[in-house]
């Protein structure tokens, strides 16, 4: 890593509309307070509304784009390409229904540019940290239920092993260990495999305090599906901690 490395924010959508309005808005006046070198961008998951595209040109942002809705580990897999493609060194992600406070990349992002982590862990949970009104059930399954499985298969004590809040050193891909391109991680197993990988190969991965507020339930808060998109995110635990995939 440089003293001042290239960084990439990116704001993952799907046809958020109104949300991805405001999640751009608040980003681009959280613009001046990122650090040197630091672009954005949005990655647009075959969304099919158009904000993705208008609203990256009436902000500079730049856009990574699917023709069509690939899935979420597809989309992360095509931002870690991206990044590399491009020199960037670290990343940080956003989440496009406006969950997530921009004003908090910089306390996401110090632990990269300190050298202290290679992965930076947004935690709604952790002291300092804000969940608003979320859904008493997700609150059970991401409060308790996967951060439990996460320390049982690595044996790292997460508070918040789901929230896409997060930031990493890009060079961690450099291992071969690590890899991305198999079928079985195309949804929402692609993140928590991504986590499990980095705690057990034994890269520097700390939590820090962050925001994860919900929008109205009429504007809907998540795309996921209860019961299938519950078990993706949690096979992925059972798998490797079995020792199935690598």
Same mark, same amino acid.
């Given at each position: 890593?440089?003293? !001042?490395?290239?960084?990439?924010? *990116?704001?993952?959508?799907?046809? !958020?509309?109104?949300?991805?309005?405001? /999640?751009?808005?608040?980003?681009?006046?959280?613009?001046? %307070?990122?650090? @040197?070198?630091?672009? *954005?961008?949005?990655?647009?998951?075959?969304?099919?509304?158009?904000?993705?595209?208008?609203?990256?040109?009436?902000? &500079? $942002?730049?856009?990574?784009?699917?023709?069509?809705?690939?899935?979420?580990?597809?989309?992360?897999?095509? #931002?870690?390409?991206?990044?590399?493609?491009? &020199?960037?060194?670290?990343?940080?992600? =956003? /989440?496009?229904?406006?969950?997530?406070?921009?004003? !908090?990349?910089?306390?996401?992002?110090?632990? +990269?540019?300190?050298?202290?982590?290679?992965?930076?862990?947004?935690?709604?949970?952790?002291?300092?940290?804000? $969940?608003?009104?979320? @859904?008493?059930?997700?609150? =059970?399954?991401?409060?308790?239920?996967?951060?439990?499985?996460?320390?049982? #298969? %690595?044996?790292?004590?997460?508070?918040?092993?789901?929230?896409?809040?997060?930031?990493?050193?890009?060079? +961690?891909?450099?291992?071969?260990?690590?890899?991305?391109?198999? @079928?079985?991680?195309?949804?929402?197993?692609?993140?928590?495999? +991504?986590? $499990?990988? =980095? =705690?057990?190969?034994?890269?520097?991965? *700390? !939590?820090?305090?962050?925001?994860?507020?919900?929008?109205?339930?009429?504007?809907?808060? %998540?795309?996921?599906?209860? $019961?299938?998109?519950?078990?993706? +995110?949690?096979?992925?635990?059972?798998?490797? &901690?079995?020792?199935?995939?690598?």
């Amino acid at each position: 890593m440089t003293p !001042e490395p290239r960084i990439l924010i *990116v704001i993952f959508a799907f046809n !958020e509309g109104v949300k991805l309005r405001r /999640a751009v808005d608040r980003l681009a006046r959280a613009r001046p %307070t990122l650090p @040197p070198r630091c672009d *954005v961008a949005i990655m647009d998951d075959g969304s099919t509304d158009g904000q993705p595209e208008t609203l990256a040109a009436a902000n &500079g $942002f730049q856009l990574i784009r699917h023709n069509l809705n690939s899935g979420v580990g597809a989309a992360v897999r095509s #931002v870690i390409r991206y990044c590399r493609e491009h &020199g960037y060194e670290a990343t940080a992600w =956003v /989440a496009g229904n406006d969950k997530d406070n921009p004003d !908090e990349l910089a306390r996401l992002l110090d632990p +990269i540019l300190s050298g202290v982590a290679d992965f930076v862990q947004g935690s709604r949970y952790a002291p300092g940290g804000e $969940f608003g009104n979320m @859904p008493a059930y997700r609150q =059970v399954a991401t409060r308790f239920i996967h951060p439990f499985l996460m320390r049982l #298969v %690595t044996g790292f004590r997460f508070t918040d092993s789901t929230n896409g809040f997060r930031a990493m050193r890009l060079g +961690i891909f450099d291992d071969d260990r690590i890899d991305l391109h198999q @079928p079985w991680l195309d949804a929402y197993e692609m993140e928590p495999y +991504i986590v $499990f990988k =980095v =705690v057990s190969l034994g890269y520097r991965l *700390v !939590e820090v305090p962050c925001t994860k507020i919900y929008p109205p339930a009429s504007e809907g808060y %998540t795309k996921m599906k209860p $019961f299938t998109g519950w078990w993706s +995110i949690l096979r992925p635990l059972l798998i490797l &901690g079995l020792g199935l995939k690598r």
